[in-house]
T-cell receptor, first 113, second 113 residues
Framework: EAAVTQSPRNKVAVTGGKVTLSCNQT?????MYWYRQDTGHGLRLIHY???????EKGDIPDGYKASRPSQENFSLILELATPSQTSVYFC????????????FGHGTKLSVL | DAKTTQPDSMESTEGETVHLPCSHA???????IYWYRQVPLQGPEYVTH???QNTTNSMAFLAIASDRKSSTLILPHVSLRDAAVYHC??????????????FGKGTSLTVIP
């Protein structure tokens, strides 16, 4: 079964601090995604990657950076965290079948105070 | 702008068949329709997908209107384990390689014993 693991599960950060959310997948999928989920909105795409070394901007990339150092790992970085970035963040990997299916992690709940 | 529209909530009784509607009036010809479901404290889980033809699998039946502007996820004989938020999603491709799964707000399905 596909496995996507996110860490940490919960994070409290201070405004202006740096936050790194990590994601690891054991599916050997090329594509990986970072979404955020807020009340009143569906999941919204922040960054995605086609493979190691690549990162692409999604619909709401402002205030976020991404890093894909290997096939397995995809990180989301908040250099200067703000309270508006308080949210639940989901990482997903996508299989190579057509059409693609996404496999999600359990999410990281981030609170920026 | 939301690409899909769903009712906020629906309720059913165990053993009934549930019809979850989704409107996607601006869908383009190459955009796939996906359905995912999500329970609290977990990431979304794949249910099914389709392009033009109705599809069925062990989890659900997906009925797609002939003009593709709407679809209905049909859950036969629901149980308490089917209680979840059901997301109707469009997968968008572009000539530049941009791709995204556009999530709606989802329908919260309550199942009554």
């Amino acid at each position: 079964e596909a496995a996507v693991t996110q860490s940490p599960r919960n994070k409290v950060a201070v405004t202006g601090g740096k936050v790194t959310l990590s994601c690891n997948q054991t599916n050997n999928h090329n594509n990986m995604y970072w979404y955020r989920q807020d009340t009143g909105h569906g999941l919204r795409l922040i960054h995605y990657s086609y493979g190691a070394g690549s990162t692409e901007k999604g619909d709401i990339p402002d205030g976020y950076k991404a890093s894909r150092p290997s096939q397995e790992n995809f990180s989301l970085i908040l250099e200067l965290a703000t309270p508006s970035q308080t949210s639940v963040y989901f990482c997903a990997s996508g299989d190579v079948g057509f059409p693609e299916r996404l496999f999600f992690g359990h999410g990281t709940k981030l609170s920026v105070l | 702008d939301a690409k899909t529209t769903q009712p906020d909530s629906m309720e059913s009784t165990e053993g009934e068949t549930v019809h979850l509607p989704c409107s996607h009036a601006t869908i383009s010809g190459n955009e796939y329709i996906y359905w995912y479901r999500q329970v609290p404290l977990q990431g979304p889980e794949y249910v099914t997908h389709g392009l033009q033809q109705n599809t069925t699998n062990s989890m659900a039946f997906l009925a797609i209107a002939s003009d593709r502007k709407s679809s209905t996820l049909i859950l036969p004989h629901v149980s308490l384990r089917d209680a979840a938020v059901y997301h109707c999603i469009l997968r968008v491709f572009s000539n530049t390689g941009y791709q995204n799964f556009y999530f709606g707000k989802g329908t919260s399905l309550t199942v009554i014993p």
